[in-house]
């Protein structure tokens, strides 16, 4: 286990699958979108979406106790979650060191389902499609070329403060969501249900 400066404690991915074989687990609590959780998850995992998580954080703290393990795709998203929860009062909780990218690289159980974009490639994609596009109407109407500097700003933004604006309203698109997306009262009734096991 590691820690940041913000004191954020990490696992990797084998003490990970080591604490999901012992006789008391860890929570995994996946906070990818639903269509990314669908497309490959850790056996088990619980998906609660960071939007879904930030807002209802004081309800799902009531469900969980301090053995609970955050994983998004690289971690960035997991910092994040551990960050609303430890303000809402969990001190205890770890991410998963590099995500499920780190997860499927040593090999680990996944649960694959129906494959779609990971959010970081949206994001590039969404940014990429509209700096080129204002670059090129900029031959016709100069003014786009601001376009391209405010894409650029934001990027920029996201990277300083690890966080992403373009990535939190793709992640709220009916194409990153599926059928049965996350519902706030079905992740808490799964909670306290585990609870009572």
Known sequence: MTSTATEVRTLDAQTL??????????????VRTPAEFESAHIPGAYNVPLDTLREHRAELRRHLDEHVVLVCRSGARASQAEQ????????????????????????????????TWELERQVRLVAGSIVAGSVLASSAVPRMKWVAAAI??????AALTNTCAMGMALSKMPWNRTADSCDVDEIVAALAGDDAA
Not at 17 to 30: F, M
Not at 96 to 109: I, K, N, R
Not at 152 to 157: N, Y
């Open 84 to 115: 609303a929860l430890r303000e809402a009062g969990l001190q205890g909780l770890r991410v998963l060191d590099g995500g499920m990218v780190s997860w499927q690289q040593t090999g680990a159980p996944v649960n694959r389902g129906k494959q």
């Open 17 to 30: 699958q080591e604490s999901l074989a012992s006789a008391e687990p860890p929570r995994v609590l996946d």
């Open 152 to 157: 650029g700003t934001g990027l920029t933004g």
